[in-house]
């Protein structure tokens, strides 16, 4: 390869490596928060690096150009999620003996956490939001229960069926509890916008403006100078040496 091609690869390839500086993203993860990100982030064509830390979990990084459009797709998706919460984590056999209305309250707090991520496993469901209306007094002095009443919050893809998906949601809610009726059951469909793939455009002063018009100009006219004196050593090198100083190398002994 010629010295001007060597010149010239090495200048695209600064170019290459300045516009492709990553960014961090999101640090202090584990290694299902990590993969989650990383898989939303690529099925969005947004490349991703995850790195373990060790005891300071994994982070994820991104081309700093995209990083609108992945804090954007993040918060549509809603990951990381948080861990997966269990009903035996929410009594833990070590506890101490807590009342029956706190415990009741806990009880439908992680019935509604499990009930979200249920729903997330649809096909079509981006994110999920779940409330019951439970009787906390319900059995306390002979009183009769009020009816159960749930409503769930979707978002969910724009090439979805929303009428199809709302009988999914409502035949699921409806067989995870005995005591509640079909109409007792709302759900609130939002479609997921559309994620922002590319960065805002920036309005420059002017003084910053003619500011990094000068700095291309220089980096430019620096690199046109550094091809021009490679063309010139190559010329140099490959012209041919005139009549008289061939012919006194003849003569030389």
């Known amino acids: 390869m010629s010295s001007?091609?060597?010149?010239?690869?090495?200048?695209?390839?600064?170019?290459?490596?300045?516009a492709c500086k990553e960014e961090p993203l999101?640090?202090?993860?584990?290694?299902?928060?990590?993969?989650?990100?990383?898989?939303?982030?690529?099925?969005?064509?947004?490349a991703a690096e995850k790195a373990d830390h060790g005891k300071s979990g994994y982070s994820v990084a991104i081309n700093k150009v995209d990083l609108p459009a992945a804090v954007d797709l993040l918060r549509t998706y809603q990951v990381p999620s948080p861990p997966r919460m269990e009903i035996?984590?929410?009594?833990?056999?070590?506890?101490?003996?807590?009342?029956?209305?706190?415990e009741k309250a806990r009880l439908y707090s992680a019935i509604e956490q499990r009930l979200e991520q249920s729903l997330q496993v649809l096909e079509g469901v981006v994110n999920a939001r779940v409330h019951v209306s439970y009787d906390i007094d319900a059995g306390e002095n002979g009183r009769a229960p009020r009816p159960v009443h749930l409503s769930a919050l979707v978002s969910y893809e724009p090439d979805s069926d929303p009428?199809?998906?709302?009988?999914?949601?409502?035949?699921?809610?409806?067989?995870?509890?005995?005591?509640?009726?079909?109409e007792h059951i709302s759900v609130v469909l939002s479609r997921r916008p559309a994620p922002q793939h590319s960065p805002p455009v920036r309005h420059l002063p002017p003084a910053a403006a003619s500011l990094s018009g000068w700095r291309l100009g220089a980096i430019v006219a620096g690199l046109a100078l550094l091809l021009s004196v490679g063309l010139w050593w190559r010329k140099k090198r490959a012209a041919p040496l005139p009549a008289r100083a061939i012919s006194d190398e003849c003569r030389a002994p």
């Open 26 to 46: 999101l640090k202090g993860l584990d290694q299902v928060q990590a993969n989650e990100v990383i898989t939303t982030l690529q099925r969005n064509n947004i």
């Open 88 to 102: 035996a984590q929410m009594f833990p056999g070590d506890s101490l003996v807590s009342s029956p209305r706190a």
């Open 163 to 182: 009428a199809l998906l709302i009988g999914d949601v409502k035949r699921f809610l409806k067989n995870s509890f005995a005591e509640v009726a079909y």
């Open 4 to 18: 001007s091609r060597r010149l010239a690869c090495g200048a695209m390839m600064i170019a290459m490596l300045s």
